[in-house]
């Protein structure tokens, strides 16, 4: 595993590492982790936001997370090394969140269908919720097969035409073909057994939140979308730079030099402040600080 990147060899480990956790725990009788972390519906009582991350650590036997494990070395090592660890890590977790928010989006669907069945209607979803929240709460997704489906079409996006043999058929396959076929067969599943203990459209989800996070990346070839917030105080600055030529323009036509002299001192106190924010990250600003870049803000 030496050979493998830093960050596909740290997620293989780690989610081994929950898995085994899972297994002595259970057997101890101290807790159910695929409860605790599996990502359950979002009306169920043991819902927590925090599980649209831990539940895909998390899985339901060996023969789960050894396939999972399995295609996570096959193409998150490939994707890691043409991507790097940064994008890679912020791919694999967007589309595992992405995926789980799909399978929450089902979850509610397939609610509403037998809630509709029943005799209830929209405005009564809550209250039909919380009188079978104990069979709600069974809705438990686990597994890192929404992250693991989105790195199998990034490979496909990335080497479309490379060939890859896939058990038991007998012939080589292009990556292409190869994705096409996976969101068919997750498609027809998901349609022919809405109720399938399998997450199909989480599969589905992962490859969707995939497709348009790849397709914004190659419109923006050096954007690894953490980059918002100092692009946001980037334009902030330019935009006060402007006004402040602005104004030096100004000056020269009025005659009040301690108004001139005023708002200097002022422009001058936001450039160091935004200087402050450029090295130090906004965190680092006193109340006072902050205040005055707030008050600043809204002129």
């Keep these: 595993m030496f050979r493998i990147p830093a960050v596909t060899r740290n997620l293989i480990i780690i989610n081994f590492l929950c898995f085994i956790g899972m297994l002595v725990l259970a057997q101890a009788g101290v807790t159910d982790l695929n409860n605790l972390c599996g990502l359950h519906f979002f009306l169920a009582s043991d819902f927590h936001v925090y599980q649209l991350v831990t539940y895909m650590f998390m ?3 060996w023969e789960h997370i050894i396939l999972n494990m399995f295609m996570l070395w096959m193409f998150g090592a490939v994707m890691e090394r043409v991507w ?6 912020i791919y694999y977790l967007f589309c595992g969140i992405g995926a789980g928010l799909m399978q929450e989006i089902a979850q509610f669907v397939q609610f509403y269908v037998i809630s509709s069945d029943a005799g209830f209607g929209l405005s009564q979803l809550m209250q039909v919720a919380a009188a079978n929240d104990g069979a709600l709460s069974q809705w438990t997704t686990v597994g890192a097969s929404g992250a693991i489906y989105a790195l199998l079409l990034a490979f496909g996006m990335m080497f479309p035409d490379e060939k890859m043999f896939i058990i038991p058929i007998p012939i080589p396959i292009k990556a292409k073909w190869m994705v096409l076929g996976s969101i068919v067969v997750e498609l027809f599943s998901a349609l022919a057994s809405p109720g399938s203990q399998v997450a199909h459209l989480a599969h589905l989800g992962g490859m969707i939140f995939g497709f348009f ?3 914004y990346w190659q419109k923006h070839p050096y954007s690894d979308g953490l980059q918002g917030g100092m692009q946001f ?3 902030m600055r330019s935009r006060w730079e402007g006004e402040r030529i602005k104004r030096s323009r100004q000056r020269n036509e009025n005659p009040d030099w301690t108004y001139n002299a005023q708002k ?3 422009q001058e106190e936001i450039d160091r402040i935004l200087d402050k924010i450029r090295k130090s990250g906004y ?3 006193t109340r006072e600080e902050k205040q005055t870049l707030f008050d ?3 002129k």
């Design 59 to 61: 899985h339901g036997g």
């Design 84 to 89: 790097g660890p940064r994008r890679f890590i």
């Design 213 to 215: 996070l790849i397709r």
């Design 233 to 235: 105080f980037n334009n």
């Design 264 to 266: 200097k001192a002022s």
């Design 283 to 285: 965190d680092s600003l």
């Design 296 to 298: 600043q803000s809204k």
